[in-house]
């Protein structure tokens, strides 16, 4: 067990806190915010019980030096101070003697926020690379290192494991955001209720081999929709018409159809059209009977009920990947029908790892229907994949 925020004495301790403020931006302005909202609680917490607080993210992708005029944090910052209705103090540097100073001004229940910390990546990719100066430079600036970004934390980066590798055993722990991730994560993977029913879809196998593999040890079914499926039907000898496939993974598909000893379920009908388009006819039809000129689009109605009837009896359920290109309205029923199946459940733990999948579960109007709907994309795909986060790895345990 990792240790929480509510772990750690934190009564004026100079506290290093990695959030995820990589919120998107437009000519300066923030389009969403959600990523600030959702850190406040960490921020509050911390503040309230006397920490000086020294705030950092990083901001996009820094590759050049033009990069540094829209990836800066300053609207960030002035966003942050409006929302805890404090001063919040915006160092515009990653490191140096402004910085050093306003940290050694900081008072307790103070909060100060540098710059973007991939701007360190301008020079030898210091922060992706985790440079080991650049971690032990960080880390010296404070007594305790908070991790609240769930979204880097499969990613070893300075910000992240450099620090906490360097702040001194017994001095780090997750923040709330991540405790909840690791909550919920947790337990739909480390000790569910049974049934465990897995459903996975989305454009590619290849992206979700690990996720598969995984899942056929902790799943009690695995249900497979979304242009994946395509491939574990042609696998299966099934005439596919035009949808996509991986031919490269039609062996792999065979051979986890073959260990997964019934576990696995298939679509049973897909809606096919002829061109990759809203407004293009479309109908239903047996996955038996697909034409040679279209391709599978969505799962069809009989698939939906079918996999509903596994659903229902779930105790916990884990999401990741769209049944079908639900961007298009004619083909989001398969997301539309789960999203309906998972809603309708009482009592069950139901996950969302995955971030189209997130997506559309949001925009589809469910986001309030799951018992948590995970923010990290990568990060959570690696959760599912059973691999171990660094950045989670790293903090100190209880
Ligand atoms: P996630 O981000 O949840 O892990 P993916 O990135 O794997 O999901 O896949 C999401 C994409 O898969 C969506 O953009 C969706 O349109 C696409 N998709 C789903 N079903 C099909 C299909 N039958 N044919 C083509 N694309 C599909
Ligand atoms: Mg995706």
């Not at 506290?15 to 915010?33: A, S, Y």
Request: proline content about 3%; aromatic content about 6%; glycine content about 10%.
């Amino acid at each position: 067990m990792k240790k929480i925020i509510t772990d750690l004495n934190l009564k004026d301790k100079k506290v290093l806190m990695r959030v995820d403020f990589n919120v998107p931006m437009k000519e300066g302005k923030i389009t969403d915010e959600n990523r600030i909202v959702a850190a406040l609680p960490t921020i509050k917490y911390a503040l309230e019980n006397g920490a000086k607080i020294i705030a950092f993210s990083h901001l996009g992708k820094v590759k050049t030096e033009e990069d540094k005029a829209n990836k800066n944090l300053k609207a960030v910052a002035v966003r942050l101070s409006e929302l805890l209705n404090k001063e919040v103090k915006f160092v515009p540097a990653t490191r140096g003697t402004e910085l050093e100073e306003a940290v050694a001004n900081l008072k307790s229940g103070e909060i100060l926020m540098f710059e973007n910390t991939r701007f360190e990546d301008l020079d030898g990719k210091k922060e992706s690379k985790n440079d080991a100066d650049l971690g032990k430079y960080w880390a010296s600036l404070g007594d305790i290192f908070i991790n609240d970004a769930f979204g880097t934390a499969h990613r070893a980066h300075a910000s992240n494991v450099g620090i906490a590798q360097n702040i001194g055993e017994g001095n780090s722990a997750v923040g709330f955001l991540v405790e909840k991730e690791l909550k919920f994560l947790g337990d739909a993977l480390d000790n569910p209720k049974r049934p465990l029913v897995a459903i996975l879809g989305g454009a590619k196998v290849s992206d979700k081999i690990g996720v598969i593999e995984n899942l056929l040890v902790k799943a009690d079914k695995i249900l497979i929709g979304g242009a994946m499926m395509f491939t574990f039907l042609k696998a299966q000898g099934k005439n596919i018409g035009t949808s996509l496939v991986e031919e490269d993974k039609l062996e792999l598909a065979k051979s986890l159809l073959e260990k997964s000893n019934g576990k696995i379920v298939l679509p049973i009908d897909t809606v096919v059209s002829e061109e990759f388009r809203n407004d293009s006819d479309y109908s239903t039809v047996s996955i038996d009977t697909i034409p040679n000129n279209k391709m599978g689009l969505d799962i069809g109605v009989q698939s939906v009920k079918l996999f509903n009837d596994y659903i229902s009896s779930a105790k916990t359920v884990v999401w990741n990947g769209p049944m079908g290109v639900f961007e298009m309205p004619n083909f989001a029923k398969g997301t539309i029908g789960v999203c309906e199946s998972i809603a309708k459940l009482k009592g069950a733990l139901t996950v969302i790892g995955g971030g189209d999948s997130a997506a559309a579960a949001i925009s589809l109007g469910y986001a309030d229907k799951f018992s948590h709907i995970s923010t990290g994309g990568g990060a959570s795909l690696e959760f599912l994949e059973g691999k171990i986060l660094p950045g989670i790895e790293a903090i100190s345990n209880k």
